[in-house]
T-cell receptor, first 117, second 113 residues
Framework: EAGVVQSPRYKIIEKKQPVAFWCNPI?????LYWYLQNLGQGPELLIR????????DSQLPKDRFSAERLKGVDSTLKIQPAELGDSAVYLC???????????????FGEGSRLTVL | AQSVTQLGSHVSVSEGALVLLRCNYS??????LFWYVQYPNQGLQLLLK??????LVKGINGFEAEFKKSETSFHLTKPSAHMSDAAEYFC???????????FGAGTRLFVKA
């Protein structure tokens, strides 16, 4: 079974440029998450989707970040314009979405490492 | 609110020595607790989890963790370190009915030959 797939793995851009990250979750996983991982820190939730609906985007900086999950499968996270402080790893994760029992395992992709110059 | 604190951002052990990675949690409700491992250039993967059954939880690769309510701890141990255990380890917390897993800052484990 294929795992969570993310692309690109690495991206280097100039500040003020736009950037987009793509995620394909495990087949059949209804819940998709985008996490931000700064250097030396643990992942922090940006947004959670249940199928195509963003049910928790309270931590997403909406002035420059946007996300979508059309058709409830693949998802894209966009930053426009990027700032120096956005340099980090953007992780996508998915799970089966078992009604929020809290005990479910998260399945992570390898991440997209962004460097903003 | 829930949180986890991992004591020690870096831990170094010799091959064959005991591995002990410390995690303390804060939660107003009975927690679910997790340990994830992240190998270089890979995503996080689940090592083990505690969900209110047995307090001693066994995971993959010989790791185990013990839930101690009185100490609000969930430390990760392995009797004998192997070079392949070198990675970053994250403790995490959630709650029954919860949607948000909260991660600690991580502990990087170095294994010396």
């Amino acid at each position: 079974e294929a795992g969570v797939v993310q692309s690109p793995r690495y991206k280097i851009i100039e500040k003020k440029q736009p950037v987009a990250f793509w995620c394909n979750p495990i087949s059949g996983h209804n819940t998709l998450y985008w996490y931000l991982q700064n250097l030396g820190q643990g992942p922090e939730l940006l947004i959670r989707y249940e199928n195509e609906e963003a049910v928790d985007d309270s931590q997403l900086p909406k002035d420059r970040f946007s996300a979508e999950r059309l058709k409830g499968v693949d998802s894209t996270l966009k930053i426009q314009p990027a700032e120096l402080g956005d340099s980090a790893v953007y992780l996508c994760a998915s799970d089966t979405g078992t009604g929020g029992d809290g005990a479910g395992e998260l399945f992570f992709g390898e991440g997209s490492r962004l460097t903003v110059l | 609110a829930q949180s986890v604190t991992q004591l020690g951002s870096h831990v170094s052990v010799s091959e064959g020595a005991l591995v002990l990675l410390r995690c303390n949690y804060s939660s107003s409700v009975p927690p679910y607790l997790f340990w994830y491992v992240q190998y270089p250039n890979q995503g996080l993967q689940l090592l083990l989890k505690y969900t209110s059954a047995a307090t001693l939880v066994k995971g993959i690769n010989g790791f185990e963790a013990e839930f101690k309510k009185s100490e609000t701890s969930f430390h990760l141990t392995k009797p004998s370190a192997h070079m392949s255990d070198a990675a970053e380890y994250f403790c995490a917390v959630n709650r029954p009915g919860g949607f948000k897993t909260i991660f600690g800052a991580g502990t990087r484990l170095f294994v010396k030959a």
